[in-house]
T-cell receptor, first 116, second 113 residues
Framework: DADVTQTPRNRITKTGKRIMLECSQT?????MYWYRQDPGLGLQLIYY???????NKGEISDGYSVSRQAQAKFSLSLESAIPNQTALYFC???????????????FGPGTRLTVL | SQKIEQNSEALNIQEGKTATLTCNYT??????LQWYRQDPGRGPVFLLL?????KEKRKERLKVTFDTTLKQSLFHITASQPADSATYLC????????????FGKGTKLSVIP
């Protein structure tokens, strides 16, 4: 979905390096999410943010941090990358005005990260 | 422990037949359930949402059922086509206010011409 963009699309890095993945959206949504996807494990929530001042840990936040620089931007950082953080990372957004219980999420194209 | 299970990792069916995918969950009380389609190397795309008080939802060739007693959702694609080949993910609305989604691992559907 071109409304949600992620950069870079592919990244190869070395163990111990700091990496930032960026997500931007033009949908005007308040809520943004970061997931990782591993073969056989499905999508796992890393962090989510319901507005610029509200950031929450997901089920697998250890080793990651995030920054919500603006409503439209949500960045994911790996402070010191390790090989088991090799995965496909997705950013997603959803619309607060849709109301409770209606939470269709719009996903970006993903970032394939390889940590050597 | 909480668990979401999609019946099989892979499902092969003949073109024109109805594909039925299953999503079972334990120790959740979701306010709603969603189904997404994911093509290789791409992000998931939303297909359908069904609320806990709804039994069935339809959209074109797609049909979803939701049985909160059985803790199960069925996802049907009628008159399947090779273009329907993809991985299908179910997701439960979870967390406070049900604003988070917890995803199953997905079922890879292959429609054979």
């Amino acid at each position: 979905d071109a409304d949600v963009t992620q950069t870079p699309r592919n990244r190869i890095t070395k163990t111990g390096k700091r990496i930032m993945l960026e997500c931007s959206q033009t949908k005007g949504h308040d809520r943004m999410y970061w997931y990782r996807q591993d073969p056989g494990l499905g999508l796992q929530l890393i962090y989510y943010s319901f507005d610029v001042k509200d950031i929450n840990k997901g089920e697998i936040s250890d080793g990651y941090s995030v920054s919500r620089q603006a409503q439209a931007k949500f960045s994911l950082s790996l402070e010191s990358a390790i090989p088991n953080q090799t995965a496909l990372y997705f950013c997603a957004t959803s619309d607060r005005s849709a109301g409770q219980g209606v939470n269709e999420q719009f996903f970006g194209p993903g970032t394939r990260l390889t940590v050597l | 422990s909480q668990k979401i299970e999609q019946n099989s990792e892979a499902l092969n069916i003949q073109e024109g037949k109805t594909a039925t995918l299953t999503c079972n969950y334990t120790n959740y009380s979701p306010a709603y359930l969603q189904w997404y389609r994911q093509d290789p190397g791409r992000g998931p795309v939303f297909l359908l949402l069904i609320r806990e008080n709804e039994k069935e939802k339809r959209k074109e060739r797609l049909k979803v059922t939701f049985d909160t007693t059985l803790k199960q959702s069925l996802f049907h694609i009628t008159a399947s086509q090779p273009a329907d080949s993809a991985t299908y993910l179910c997701a439960l609305g979870t967390g406070a206010g049900s604003y988070q989604l917890t995803f199953g691992k997905g079922t890879k559907l292959s429609v054979i011409p």
